[in-house]
């Protein structure tokens, strides 16, 4: 309930103040991703959600692309965002409003940043942040195939990569895992935002399937979802579902979609 | 029953009367309700790393508000030798702080996860009554804190877990720990209290595969782990940090099983438990060899120590305890009793196991690292030692007097290495002499392959004052390939 006020009000802040900047030279490679047909993990059946093609960016959104956001759009810098967008760590690797650092190189992806402010760079560049499904079904290519969830060993190979204990300062984008559609670090860099990424309620108690929000939950039979070992979804969607939208996390950050 | 209560006299309704009024004034045990016990002010729980337990409760403290502070920290820690891992931990340990009240305290808990920490967390205490043990009310991201309260109503010893989808990876990456809950009035006096937890560890290399190993999730599903062990990791209470008593101390272990997957059969060689709180709970059986502690579940045993020794302790599910790591000691020093014991315990353990190999197949796909150099091999020889000679051979490699023959200065395999390399490859059994002594014995078969037969002769040649030498695995090779096991001195 107090995240439903807080979307609610956020959106009326939004919609009074936002306006629409001319197209940053934000550098982004907007790779195409075909339409098709997506499997939700959380499903109570099998039914799979179509899905029309869209551009994703080719990686998390860096340090520098966000830098250029907040000098042109000054109410979202630390010193000016206003609390109910962003917690007092926005932008906390950062030097100052508009200086990076030493903590913050400048191709490392942007983190400590809300869905707020995640959203409005989004829109800035003309684009938008993935739903989850989209988010997801580019999630689902291994560096070989479209669709690797099926893999019992694409899972290992994520759990892997989550597993591995993150360091300061973050890598760069684009080195790491470039997969199938040549999207870069959709695993292993940081978690990312999604536009609806509260929308699917791990139960807090995440074993309880009684709830009737729990369209997800785990222990030992895990009937709720479609594959019970896919556990590396298990992870995401817990994670997703432990924020709210003004959190500021060292281990997320977000790329930006558009339509076709 | 209607129909007696009419016939009750006047006198006996008196006397009824005043005991009610009685037990009523006194908080006599039989009325007690911890649930309407006053709280009377607040402190900051004093918690504990394992295998260490807070300070007993003064028996006549007041039910009080108790803030308790937990840290969850994700982090690299070292399962055996040469072998890490990436634990999830409550407090920075495996197990969990320990947290110590009594019934009738209301608990202020609050539940932090580092900022660093890359997975949401929350708490599920089995000490508590309501939705999810707690788990409801403490889901938590990274960077963040959450805080709710519970009043302690049952008595006993219970379990605490991280309940996060999918909370099978949270508890074998070590998301457990013990809360006691004393009852009122406290538990007997003893001498010495510890905290022991046991769990269940899959990771992606088989049992003592050198370098940093993940989780592995296949080998979960399949309840098929690589290490069992005692708080967290392989000789966390053995060698140096063995748990340490004196002969006629009482001794309470508060133990605990973190599974996620094992049972364990708790047992402790050489004594009896004078008394167990089955299950942890109230009902108190006495004169136990071994008593079993379900996966998220726990026991109170208590004995006295009668004899100087090592009490080594076990899941009694043995190969777990010899071969994944499931062994623990308690040092006992102070006077013999020759009248209450004297002799080996080790040797009829050994014996149970004698003469066989365990083939420990290696995992698919995995390749062994080799020895890069002179000075790697002994390195990683020196790993397989201690995960696999030391339990016998001593850390020291002296050996034990008429059981085990000493590994250092010796003049068996002095000048042929060969004989080390058969023993360990074929098992040796029957008469054998070493420096003077007669050993008439057995070793079982070690399944190692050729590189770490190689590894941990050289290390053996370079160690324990003998005199040098290398060994290679072509070498092993050759007398794995030349037959059967020795006969000692025949």
Known sequence: MIRLTYILISFILLWGSSVVMAEPPSKIEWIAIPSGEFYPFFADTVKPIALDGFFISSTQITNAQFLRFV??????????IKPIFAES????YWEADTVLGEDAPPNAPVVMVSWFAANAYSKWVGGRLADMSEWEYVASASTTKSNAYNDNSFSTTLLKM???????????????????????DMHGLVWEWTRDFNSVIVSTDSRDKTNQDGKLFCAAGSIGNVDPSNYSAFVRYSMWSSLQAKFCLRNIGFRCVKDK | MSLSKKKISLSSMLVLFAAIVFTACDGGKGDYNPANEKVVGETKAELTLPPNVPAPIDPHRAATKQIVHVEVLEHEGTMTDGVTYTYWTFGGSVPGQFIRIREGDEVEFHLKNHPDNKFAHNIDLHAVTGPGGGAASSFTAPGHETVFSFKALNPGLFVYHCAVAPVGMHIANGMYGLILVEPKGGLPKVDREYYIMQGDFYTSGRTGEAGHQSFDMDKALAENPDYVVFNGSVGAIAGDNALKAKVGETIRLYVGNGGPNLISSFHVIGEIFDEVHVEGGTAINKNVQTTLIPAGGAAIVTFKVEVPGSLHLVDHSIFRAF????????????EENKKIYSGLLEDKVYMAEGGRSLTLPKAKGSTEKLAGSKAERIKMGENVYKQLCQACH???????????????????????????ISAIIHGLSGKITVNGEVFNSAMPAQSLSDEEVANVVTYLLNSFGNKGGEVSPEQAKKVRASGTADKGGH
């Open chain 1, 71 to 80: 000098k042109a759009n000054s109410k979202w810098r630390r010193s000016k």
């Open chain 1, 89 to 92: 760590n926005y932008l906390g």
């Open chain 1, 162 to 184: 989550y597993e591995k204990l993150p360091k300061v300062p973050l890598p760069n984008v684009g080195e790491r895992f470039k997969n199938f559609y040549g999207v870069y």
């Open chain 2, 323 to 334: 071969n994944k790591g499931a062994l623990g000691s308690i040092d006992v020093t102070g």
């Open chain 2, 394 to 420: 001593q850390p020291d490699a002296k050996g034990m007097k008429g059981v085990f023959p000493p590994l250092a200065n010796s003049d068996y395999f002095a000048n042929d290495p060969n004989k080390a």
